[in-house]
């Protein structure tokens, strides 16, 4: 048997195992996040306190200057969480918030009220004056006055000047309410003439956001270190964690991994470890904030214990589903083979049944690979805009992926072959290679579309095992080279410990080096034909 014929059958034996590989990857990806998953229980449902924002539904935003929250709304929302929570935490005295703490009082709970400070001195004063006012007509809810959060972080005012609005809250309202101000842990240590200003310091911990982000599994240990080291810096000034948690859906960060089963992992061994040594905290939030993903990304519109409709997101004794409605992705594997089974018929060129099974493997494998994307475009999708680009962004490459598997369903079972048109490989390194200098110079909100690129790159990436031997255009020699040292660098930024920069990198190459490999055997052929010519 000749070397030709070696490497023929090789090569076909390699792209069926690929194919069965992607259809048994699709169903056992889906299978994982809908599995119960077992967790420590928290020591009780209740929660000591919570932060409090009511930005929750379509458009709404804090940004919006002209938003007013009506009392018969928090009233509503405070109804049902004085069920779970002893305490909310407010942020600040606009949009209507001024009406918390009368309400709480109604349903025995306490406030942590927040006053925003930020650049405009106008804005601060009447933020100012207006929390003075409601602070002396319910001293008795609030558990403490929170003057300013963040501000340090975001640059917003100097030390000296968030002092001075603090001793003006603390000279105006009865002493038995204490004043604070929150930032995270960090900028107290940087700043730490902040505290003489203050009657006791608010931190914020979120393992998720460190500058060395911190696993879910070593989450809770790092807080306590945190705190212990914040006890030791400030000794005789108490000390309360003002913000924690941990996201829902998202990006990764390293190895902190947004997901339902992280959040309630955290949360869970957070409550226990706050119970145990008995401290003040709050946690962050109540409801999710679809508004934040304009700010944070995905990320930040899943730190809520409720989703948007107010539901709890999960319990807080038993195992954790991430996807309950996992059953799902294997639906859309079924709608995707019977798809590629009907398109795949029309015209076909082989008889045997090799070409089917090659049509219902690659049809499974990109319907839960699609359904993967629908899944986080649900989470990550803002608006109709975005919903019409992912989409036509979805169509285009389910396009792509039924015509390389017609093409494929051909050469394994022995019809003629018409290979799809190149431009559409250049277009779909072009859009790759963007996302990959996007993902490393402006990455650290963006997601990865992983389930979208899977159908292309895995698709040529056969193309090119079974002897696709056009030339590579030069676009396309650049590109290939250009996109794996940029997913490789995005692997580095994560230090190696990020799965998911790994799976881009992955998909980066099987789109590359089919490219790469074309090229080197055209220049091998240059020779031979300058001889023989």
């Not at 590109?479 to 997913?487: E, G, K, V, Y």
């Amino acid at each position: 048997m000749s070397a030709l014929l070696l490497a023929s059958l090789r090569s076909r034996w390699m792209a069926w195992c690929a194919l069965l590989l992607a259809a048994v990857a699709g169903a056992a990806w889906w299978w994982w996040i809908g599995r119960p998953v077992p967790l420590p229980d928290a020591p009780s449902a209740r929660i000591a306190c919570v932060s409090y924002a009511p930005f929750r539904q379509p458009g709404e935003t804090p940004y919006d200057l002209d938003a007013v929250v009506t009392p018969e709304r928090i009233d509503a929302d405070l109804r049902v969480l004085s069920q779970r929570f002893d305490c909310v935490r407010t942020y600040s005295q606009a949009h209507g918030l001024d009406a918390v703490p009368a309400i709480a009082a109604r349903y025995g709970m306490k406030v942590l009220m927040g006053i925003w400070i930020g650049r405009d001195p106008r804005d601060n004063a009447h933020e100012v004056a207006q929390a003075i006012a409601t602070a002396k007509a319910n001293p008795g809810v609030l558990r403490g006055v929170i003057v300013g959060n963040e501000v340090l972080l975001r640059g917003e005012q100097s030390p000296d000047a968030l002092a001075a609005y603090a001793r003006q809250v603390r000279a105006a309202i009865p002493r038995t309410v204490p004043v604070t101000y929150a930032d995270v842990w960090e900028f107290w240590l940087r700043y730490p003439q902040l505290a003489q200003a203050v009657d006791y310091l608010t931190i914020h911990i979120l393992p998720y956001w460190e500058d060395q982000p911190v696993p879910p599994e070593r989450a809770v240990r790092h807080v306590a270190e945190v705190y212990a080291r914040m006890q030791q810096a400030f000794p005789g000034k108490a000390v309360m964690i003002g913000e924690t948690g941990w996201p829902s859906a998202g990006r990764p960060r390293r190895a902190a991994r947004a997901s339902l089963v992280n959040e309630a992992r955290y949360l869970r061994e957070f409550l226990d470890y706050a119970n145990r040594v008995r401290m003040p905290y709050n946690v962050i939030e109540t409801f999710d904030q679809p508004w934040k993903r304009a700010q944070e990304g995905t990320v930040g519109g899943y730190w809520g214990i409720f989703d948007v409709y107010a539901r709890p997101k999960f319990a807080m004794q038993g195992p954790v589903v991430e996807e309950p409605r996992w059953w799902i992705g294997w639906l859309a594997g079924a709608a995707g083979m019977l798809l590629f089974l009907g398109v795949g018929a029309w015209h076909r060129s082989w008889r045997s049944g090799a070409g089917e099974a090659v049509l219902a493997l690659a049809g499974f494998a990109s319907g839960t690979a699609l359904a993967w994307q629908g899944r986080q475009m649900a989470y990550a999708c803002r608006d109709a805009l975005e919903w019409t680009i992912s989409g036509a962004a979805c169509l285009a490459a389910l396009a792509t992926a039924l015509w390389l598997a017609r093409w494929l369903a051909a050469r394994l079972a022995g019809g003629a072959v018409v290979a799809p048109p190149r431009r559409w490989r250049l277009g779909w390194m072009f859009l790759l290679a963007l996302l990959d200098l996007l993902m490393v110079f402006d990455g650290r909100y963006r997601d990865f579309p992983l389930g979208l690129f899977a159908l292309p790159c895995v698709g040529y990436a056969l193309l090119g095992l079974l002897g696709d031997d056009a030339p590579a255009e030069l676009e396309e020699r650049f590109l290939a080279c250009a996109m794996p040292l940029l997913a490789a660098a995005g692997v580095a930024q994560e230090l190696g410990l990020n799965v998911v920069t790994w799976l881009w990198l992955g998909l980066n190459l099987l789109l590359a080096v089919p490219v790469l490999a074309a090229w080197r055997r055209a220049a091998r052929l240059l020779p031979q034909q300058a001889e023989a010519a």
